[in-house]
T-cell receptor
Framework: AQTVTQSQPEMSVQEAETVTLSCTYD???????LFWYKQPPSRQMILVIR??????QNATENRFSVNFQKAAKSFSLKISDSQLGDTAMYFC????????????FGKGTLLTVNP | DVKVTQSSRYLVKRTGEKVFLECVQD?????MFWYRQDPGLGLRLIYF???????EKGDIPEGYSVSREKKERFSLILESASTNQTSMYLC????????????????FGPGTRLTVL
């Protein structure tokens, strides 16, 4: 079965420090996007960052960046200078094999940023 | 900005009731999705639609049906609600994929927390 694995169910980090959330996937598509979504407590799921698999350069959005290792099918999220507002559940997603529409999501990592 | 809205934030229903969850998006997206989210299980796809009146089953369609009569609106129907359908339900929408074999960003609504008693 198609799987996206987030091996860290929970993580914590001190404010202003850096944290890395891991994700592995197993799609066999050639061209695809990978996604990290953030869901703050009782709030809406929003896109954090998107990586195009055919681009070698890692995507960056302000304090958020990815480490994309295509051969290893690894897609980790690095959060620099962590802020209290980064406390949330983070989900990694990859395309569902053979689908132009569907995504497969990991089970999520609950990140807590401590003051 | 893309806006996806869901008809209710919280809903309480009784076992056996027919339940309608509504989702509307305002960005002319072709694709719309219904997920349920449960602790420890992540997001699981119930149904999705890639065009008006077109639908496909996701991973857990049993006990659910959907309707998409207009492009902007996608409804999830629980024909006879059961307690094991107590969950958070998330709607999402996306454009057609820009890449051959790719999938575009999905934009999510705020969710409906459904409790079936």
């Amino acid at each position: 079965a198609q799987t996206v694995t987030q091996s860290q169910p929970e993580m914590s980090v001190q404010e202003a420090e850096t944290v890395t959330l891991s994700c592995t996937y197993d799609t066999s598509e050639n061209n695809y996007y990978l996604f990290w979504y953030k869901q703050p407590p009782s709030r809406q799921m929003i896109l954090v960052i998107r990586q195009e698999a055919y681009k070698q350069q890692n995507a960056t959005e302000n304090r958020f960046s990815v480490n994309f290792q295509k051969a290893a099918k690894s897609f980790s999220l690095k959060i620099s200078d962590s802020q209290l507002g980064d406390t949330a559940m983070y989900f990694c997603a990859s395309p569902f094999r053979g689908s132009n529409y569907k995504l497969t999501f990991g089970k999520g990592t609950l990140l807590t940023v401590n003051p | 900005d893309v806006k996806v809205t869901q008809s209710s934030r919280y809903l309480v229903k009784r076992t056996g009731e027919k339940v309608f969850l509504e989702c509307v998006q305002d960005m002319d997206h072709e694709n719309m999705f219904w997920y349920r989210q449960d602790p420890g299980l992540g997001l699981r796809l119930i149904y999705f639609s890639y065009d008006v009146k077109m639908k496909e089953k996701g991973d857990i369609p049993e006990g659910y049906s959907v309707s998409r009569e207009k492009k902007e609106r996608f409804s999830l129907i629980l024909e006879s609600a059961s307690t094991n359908q107590t969950s958070m339900y998330l709607c999402a929408s996306s454009l057609r994929p820009p890449l051959a074999g790719g999938t575009d960003t999905q934009y999510f609504g705020p969710g409906t927390r459904l409790t079936v008693l």
